[in-house]
Structures are given as C-alpha cells and as structure tokens.
C-alpha cells in the first residue's frame, strides 16, 4: 500500500488570560465546507517541535508566552533561528522530543506527539497548549493581524472552553488532529482544575 512519511508537524491550542481560545475559521481542498482550526504548521529542519509551535504561533496571531515577549523586548533574536544539523535530540526510536523549554512551563504544556496514519506514514503530530498568551506584534490576535506563511484565507474567532467542547464534539474542527488537539487542551485544563480542588 501507498507509504508516505510526511515531515512532521505541531498544532498549537492557544488560550488568552482571559481563558478564551484563539481558533481560525478557513476552508481547505480535502475538508467540504468550513472547518475551525487551531494554529498549526509543520516543523523545519534545526527545530525541535518546542520551537516549532512558539514559531507558527508567532506567525499566524502574532501571540506568544510572556516569558517570549521578556526574551524579545530583550533584544534576544530566537524564534526560527535553525540548530546546527544533528543538534536536535532524538529518542531511541529517531523521534525529537517535545518538552517546553526551560523558562516557559509555565504557560506551555506539552500534550503529546502521535503518529497520524499508523499504517501509511502520515508524520506525526506535536501536540500543545499556549495558556495566558499575550500580543507580541501589532495587531495581534486580530483580523487584522498580517500572519505569515500560507497566505490562507482565515478568520480568527474567540470562543470559550464550553463553546470549544460543543464545537468538538459537533466536529466543527473537520480533522482530526485539531479536534485531537483541542480535547487533549480541554482534558488538560479540567485536570489541573480538579486536581487544584483536591490538593494535588
């Protein structure tokens, strides 16, 4: 059968301070119709997937970390700055690892990498969760910001944790890596949220 090993990617589930979360509103070729999405794109060659997902978060909403917006008001150039070849550290299997740098645990959470086609090489996904973003450009977050990359036509939408849930499970996010995504970020937050209510 066909066998493609597709370059690997991140989707990044992104909440504000005020726990909305960012999603797009697009159409692509294989989806009929409108499909909400997370932010997404694939990981470059020097990047580990960490750096991957502040990159395409920076890109498409112009949003990051506070902890990013500190390094960048600094003057510290390194959002797609590339890794020597072979400096970017893989597991026994050959697979990067996800973990969040230092610095920024606490607003990212890593929520696993999964492959996408166990069976015909789909690449595998990075999966996260930006909490308390903040704006990092002009315009950010908004309609009005100028993402790079794809140059897709996109609308942003603001919607809260109940509305996220409905729309998942409604299968407003058409594939199945973004509702993946978005019900691990879910899952995530209501975690943390019974476990800060029992003392754990």
Do not use: C
């Amino acid at each position: 059968w066909i066998f493609m090993e597709e370059r690997d990617a991140v989707n990044v589930a992104v909440q504000t301070a005020d726990n909305k979360f960012a999603v797009f509103r697009q159409r692509k070729y294989a989806i009929p119709g409108t499909t909400l999405s997370p932010v997404g794109g694939f990981i470059d060659d020097g990047e580990t997937p960490f750096e991957a997902a502040r990159r395409e978060v920076l890109e498409e909403l112009g949003l990051g970390s506070t902890s990013t917006r500190q390094r960048l008001e600094n003057g510290e150039e390194f959002i797609g700055k590339k890794r020597p070849e072979g400096t970017v550290m893989l597991d026994a299997n050959g697979l990067a690892g996800g973990a969040v740098e230092a610095g920024e645990e606490a607003d990212w959470v890593f929520l696993g990498s999964y492959r996408t086609m166990a069976n015909r090489g789909g690449g595998f996904i990075y999966t996260y969760l930006l909490k308390n973003a903040v704006p990092l450009k002009d315009g950010a977050g908004t309609n009005n910001f100028r993402g790079e990359g794809d140059d897709e036509a996109q609308t942003i939408f603001y919607m809260g944790e109940n509305e996220i849930s409905t729309a998942v499970a409604e299968g407003a996010f058409k594939e199945v890596k973004w509702a993946a995504t978005m019900s691990l970020s879910l899952l995530h937050l209501q975690t943390a949220r019974l476990g800060a209510v029992s003392g754990k």
